[in-house]
């Protein structure tokens, strides 16, 4: 984003110290700041930014409505509001392999709370009754690499939601499911998996 638009200053705001300290330790000696908050109330200024966005996280938003309408509100008229989310319903949460292979086993998978609003239809219902303008939708496509599948494993017991479930289930069956993911994803020749992913984004105009 720096290298692309040359920002005045960033503001970033995270519930989790951990995610905060993350993302400083990527962005040290930009003019970037990290605060310790919610989206609702968003401790800004009405009025104060020039682009507002919202990534990967509308759906755990537990008003969804206010948290947009917070977005709206600390931004200057004329700032562009974004957001983008996982296509949850559409196939494209990065552990769908996984989660594929726990609904085969009588397991529903831990959805975000708000994952109704990760359709395109729905996002682009939120930010017109927010009054925005010159909306526009599109599909972000990403593909995540893994050295090997011990890599992809970790990773996925590093996701809450996916790690809750694991914790719930016997030894037995979490061996079996490891096992079915393991027979399902493609690899390398050198071990490598590569996963695609797909998020669905948003944008509108105050």
């Known amino acids: 984003m720096f290298d692309r638009v040359d920002p005045r200053e960033v503001h970033g705001i995270d519930p989790s110290e951990g995610q905060l ?10 003019n970037a700041t990290f605060h310790l908050g919610a989206a609702t109330p968003l401790p800004f200024p009405d009025g104060s930014f020039d682009a507002v966005v919202m990534a990967l996280v509308l759906f755990f938003v ?19 509001i974004s ?40 996002l682009q219902r939120l930010w017109s009754s927010a009054g925005l303008n010159n909306i526009s939708t599109r599909t972000i496509e990403i593909e995540r690499t893994f050295e090997d599948f011990d890599d992809l494993w970790s990773s996925a017991r590093g996701a809450a939601s996916l790690a809750t479930v694991f914790d719930a289930m016997t030894p037995a069956d979490l ?32």
Do not use: C, H
């Open 21 to 30: 300290a993350y993302a400083r330790t990527r962005l040290k000696g930009r």
């Open 62 to 80: 537990p008003e969804p409505e206010k948290g947009l309408q917070e977005m709206v509100r600390v931004a200057k008229p004329g700032a562009a």
């Open 83 to 122: 957001a983008y989310v996982w296509d949850i319903f559409g196939g494209g949460f990065p552990t769908e392999p996984i989660i594929d292979e726990m609904r085969a086993f009588g397991i529903e998978p831990l959805l975000p709370p708000r994952a109704d609003v990760s359709p395109l239809p729905e």
């Open 175 to 206: 061996k079996k499911l490891k096992t079915a993911v393991r027979n399902r994803v493609p690899s390398e020749a050198n071990g490598e998996i590569r996963l695609r992913a797909r998020a669905n984004a948003i944008t509108g105009v105050k």
